[in-house]
């Protein structure tokens, strides 16, 4: 993208500023995982430096997850402007059951939108020191619980709970996408 992803306005705020605001109204704890704090001194949120640096985004589950006060933690990349309540809370349900709720999208799976519990730890550490940063490497060592793709059309209607903008074209796409929601909703008022 060339630039911080986090700090592109989105309807009106930064993207990071959409998702924390999102995220608080479900948790009592929200973290910035890999970043460095000056852009986000504003946010109220404690930013948390990868614990094993550049080992990709495996390396920043396993620091969200290290770093979490709860027994589990819900990561999110912040790139995902479409931030889904139901879809998170029906996770949050299934979470007590698992090591890991991932939604299966017909993508396949979502592991930067999923529930990682602290039993993931030592399999996701073991998984980075050997060199393979795929996040699902680990995953046949520890209790997965997936949401698939019925639950998933009955909760996430329009689709985009796991729309990220990784180019300035996808994130032109989410902005109309954005604008045309709003506009559907100012239409149905």
Same mark, same amino acid.
């Given at each position: 993208?060339? @630039?911080?992803?986090?700090?592109? #306005?989105?309807?009106?705020?930064?993207?990071?500023?959409?998702? %924390? #605001?999102?995220?608080?109204?479900?948790?009592?704890?929200?973290?910035?995982?890999?970043? @460095?704090?000056? *852009?986000?001194?504003?946010?109220?949120?404690?930013?948390? *430096?990868?614990?094993? *640096?550049?080992?990709? #985004?495996?390396?920043? %589950?396993? @620091?969200?997850?290290?770093?979490?006060?709860?027994?589990?933690?819900?990561?999110?990349?912040?790139?995902?402007?479409?931030?889904?309540?139901?879809?998170?809370?029906?996770?949050?349900?299934?979470?007590?059951?698992?090591? %890991?709720?991932?939604?299966? #999208?017909?993508?396949?799976?979502?592991?930067?939108?999923?529930?990682?519990?602290?039993?993931?730890?030592?399999?996701?550490?073991?998984?980075?020191?050997?060199?393979?940063?795929?996040?699902?490497?680990?995953?046949?060592?520890?209790?997965?619980?997936?949401?698939? *793709?019925?639950?998933?059309?009955?909760?996430?209607?329009?689709?985009?709970?796991?729309?990220?903008?990784?180019?300035?074209?996808?994130?032109?796409?989410?902005?109309?996408?954005?604008?045309?929601?709003?506009?559907?909703?100012?239409?149905?008022?």
């Amino acid at each position: 993208m060339g @630039t911080n992803k986090a700090l592109l #306005s989105f309807g009106g705020q930064r993207l990071i500023e959409r998702i %924390i #605001s999102a995220l608080r109204l479900l948790f009592p704890e929200v973290l910035i995982i890999g970043g @460095t704090p000056g *852009p986000y001194d504003d946010l109220g949120v404690r930013v948390v *430096p990868d614990r094993i *640096p550049e080992k990709g #985004s495996l390396g920043g %589950i396993y @620091t969200a997850v290290a770093a979490a006060s709860s027994p589990h933690a819900f990561v999110m990349a912040c790139d995902m402007p479409f931030f889904n309540s139901p879809l998170v809370r029906h996770m949050q349900d299934l979470a007590a059951e698992a090591d %890991i709720v991932i939604p299966r #999208s017909p993508d396949g799976l979502q592991p930067l939108h999923a529930i990682y519990g602290k039993a993931c730890l030592p399999h996701m550490e073991e998984t980075i020191r050997s060199g393979d940063f795929r996040i699902i490497r680990f995953f046949p060592k520890v209790r997965v619980r997936e949401v698939g *793709p019925e639950v998933l059309a009955a909760l996430d209607l329009e689709g985009l709970a796991f729309l990220n903008t990784n180019t300035p074209g996808e994130f032109a796409e989410a902005v109309a996408r954005w604008s045309a929601q709003q506009e559907g909703r100012c239409a149905a008022s």
